[in-house]
């Protein structure tokens, strides 16, 4: 298995080594060989080298476990998957993500890059539900509307304000929709 890691950082997890580096650039399969032509050169007896020396990270080939060894509630050895640990997921748009480390011999759960990770989510949907919010008033604002109460101007100001103002994503304080 081949890994890249930047800042031991991991970013991509695959068996072959030219898929890991395509998946690290996030290059498709046509555009990843237009690349390696650029890298590549060959010499006198048809021996081709690559120059990989302009990429901010390093690939290198592990044998190291996608998991990690705990104790469960009674004190037995288990083995936790990162993918069900929540170090590894998925998302359909932009692919799977790794909240791993590379130590130089093995993989590691980096925890500070998941709960970031899973703040982040969270602020989004906070944004997702104030714009739901405002959207539900927008029609107020249209020109052909008689001007819009000073109330409900207040409510969509605090609306706009809310990320900022509010600094503990579990703990939002939603204003009041007047009636």
């Known amino acids: 298995m081949y890994i890249s890691h930047k800042s031991n950082a991991l970013q991509q997890v695959h068996e072959t080594e ?5 998946k690290t650039k996030g290059l498709d399969k046509s ?8 890298v590549t050169s060959e010499d006198e007896h048809g021996h081709k080298s690559y120059d990989f020396s302009g990429e901010d990270y390093e690939i290198v080939e592990t044998d190291a476990p996608l998991s990690y060894e705990t104790k469960d509630d009674e004190g037995r050895d288990i083995t936790i998957l990162f993918s069900q640990s929540g170090h590894i997921h998925s998302e359909i748009d932009t692919g ?6 590379w130590d130089g011999s093995k993989i590691i759960k980096d925890d500070d890059a998941l709960s970031a990770c899973q703040t982040a989510e969270k ?9 739901r919010r405002l959207a539900e008033t927008d029609y107020l604002a249209m020109k052909d509307q008689p001007s819009m109460a000073n109330n409900m101007q207040i409510y969509r100001k605090k609306l706009r304000d809310l990320p900022q103002d509010n600094t503990d994503v579990n703990n939002i304080t939603w204003p009041t929709k007047p009636e």
């Not at 030219?18 to 395509?22: D, E, F, K, P, T």
């Not at 799977?96 to 480390?101: A, M, T």
């Not at 602020?123 to 714009?131: A, G, T």
């Open 123 to 131: 602020w989004k949907s906070v944004r997702n539900d104030r714009n």
């Open 31 to 38: 555009a990843y060989w237009t690349w390696l032509a650029t």
């Open 96 to 101: 799977k993500h790794y909240h791993l480390k």
């Open 18 to 22: 030219w898929q890991c580096r395509r």
